[in-house]
């Protein structure tokens, strides 16, 4: 099974500032399948970043991801009251999904 | 406009049995793999099972031989039978839609079923 890490755990940051998330696999993955998502209190997750870099539908351009092979990073250049949520990686493979543990992002 | 809307959710006992349906509405439903997701309690994400356009189904080991996931491409519906619930199935309960025919990245989710086992 492929393990998803991210890291940090916990961020705290302000308005304005650059956030730089990271998620490590376990062995290589394919990148097709690799997505990031945000998640905030009583919400379901939103998708913001496919295939490892391609922003979603509607998702400002402020969020930029980008990596290959093990090492992925989800980056939000400045950073706006409604941008402090959970967020989580994705990857699929081999028929199943894995989740990283997810980074909370708080002010 | 892409709409996943679950049912079925509840309290059951341990050892008991529910089911879970997902009615889809905005794609062509029988061209894409769906997935139940779930979130216990202050926790992440965890994928429990999926099922292909045409059917092939895939588990988590945490609830093989226990769940059953199906779909109707007829009726746009994915349902998710679960028995034997232990109090560790505790958790909201997400219909998710797959990039591709198999499933791939998820690219819709539903706002997600409650489910609660306890005594």
């Known amino acids: 099974e492929i393990v998803l890490t991210q890291s940090p755990g916990t961020l705290s940051l302000s308005p304005g500032e650059r956030a730089t998330l990271s998620c490590r696999a376990s062995q290589s993955i394919t990148s097709s399948y690799f997505a990031w998502y945000q998640q905030k209190p009583g919400q379901a997750p939103r998708l913001l970043i496919y295939?490892?870099?391609y922003r979603a539908t509607g998702i400002p351009d402020r969020f930029s991801g980008s990596g290959s092979g093990t090492d992925f990073t989800l980056t939000i250049s400045r950073l706006e009251p409604e941008d402090f949520a959970v967020y989580y990686c994705q990857q699929y493979a081999n028929s199943r999904y894995t989740f990283g543990q997810g980074t909370q992002l708080e002010i | 406009e892409v709409q996943l809307l679950e049912s079925g959710g509840g309290l059951v006992q341990p050892g008991g049995s529910l089911r879970l349906s997902c009615a889809a509405t905005g794609f062509t439903f029988s061209n894409y793999g769906m997935t139940w997701v779930r979130q216990a309690p202050e926790k992440g994400l965890e994928w429990v099972s999926s099922?292909?356009?045409?059917?092939?189904?895939y588990y988590a080991d945490s609830v093989k031989g226990r769940f059953t996931i199906s779909r109707d491409n007829s009726k746009n519906t994915l349902d998710l039978q679960m028995n034997s619930l232990r109090a560790e199935d505790t958790a909201v309960y997400y219909c998710a839609k797959g990039s591709t025919s198999q499933s791939g990245y998820i690219d819709y989710w539903g706002q997600g079923a409650l489910v609660t086992v306890s005594s």
């Open positions: 099922c292909g356009s045409g059917g092939t189904t």
């Open positions: 295939r490892a870099s």
